[in-house]
């Protein structure tokens, strides 16, 4: 989608290393969110933040820290990759959750842990 | 762990068919939506359904909320190879905004 993008696109790094991706904004949402999917797991939460500085946790946090230092930017850091966490992770905005208007995503980061 | 059945998982059909995908919970839902992913992209949201018993249509899409909130159904009718894709339902329990996920049902419409 034109609002949000996620960077890179793929990636592939080796255990033990840490690794950020790096989505980015341009609705002026508040609320972001980061998701993971697996074959057989649909997508499963990881973090999310309802504003500058606002994170919380999701269902699969462990391993995982973010930030956000605005609006737009929101980091997900693996801080030690391992082949557990191989996957496809996907950014999501949404505006006001209680609008019930549903999340836009980005278009995904593959990544590999080798 | 609050969990979304979706099923069936995998459905090939001929081109003009009609499908119906499903999706349970024990879970009461403030909101359900249905998204539809296409390979290498997000998915992308069709629609939400909020009050129980409600019927939205898109096309040739029709989407129920279940009378108590814990169920959805999403109907295809004449179904076209442009609706091939993975079908995701989403719930949000509570109105809390944090969605959880079926686990999709992957859909094959062959010409």
């Known amino acids: 989608d034109a609002g949000i993008t996620q960077s890179p696109r793929h990636k592939v790094t080796e255990t033990g290393t840490p690794v950020t991706l790096r989505c980015h904004q341009t609705?002026?949402?508040?609320?972001m969110y980061w998701y993971r999917q697996d074959p057989g797991h649909g997508l499963r939460l990881i973090h999310y933040s309802y504003g500058v500085k606002d994170t919380d946790k999701g269902e699969v946090s462990d391993g995982y820290s973010v930030s956000r230092s605005k609006t737009e930017d929101f980091l997900l850091t693996l801080e030690s990759a391992t082949s557990s966490q191989t996957s496809v992770y996907f950014c999501a905005i949404s505006d006001m959750p209680r609008d019930n208007y549903g999340y836009t995503f980005g278009s995904g980061t593959r990544l590999t842990v080798v | 762990t609050q969990l979304l059945e979706q099923s069936p998982q995998f459905l090939s059909i001929q081109e003009g068919e009609n499908l119906t995908v499903y999706c349970n919970s024990s879970s009461v839902f403030s909101s359900l939506q249905w998204y539809r992913q296409e390979p290498g992209e997000g998915p992308v949201l069709l629609v939400t359904?909020?009050?129980?018993?409600e019927v939205k249509k898109l096309k040739r899409l029709t989407f129920q909320f279940g009378d108590a909130r814990k169920d959805s159904s999403l109907h295809i009718t004449a179904a076209q190879p442009g609706d091939t894709g993975l079908y995701l339902c989403a719930g949000d329990i509570g109105n809390t905004g944090k969605l959880i996920f079926g686990q999709g049902t992957t859909l094959q419409v062959k010409p």
């Open positions: 359904v909020v009050t129980g018993g």
């Open positions: 609705e002026n949402h508040r609320y």
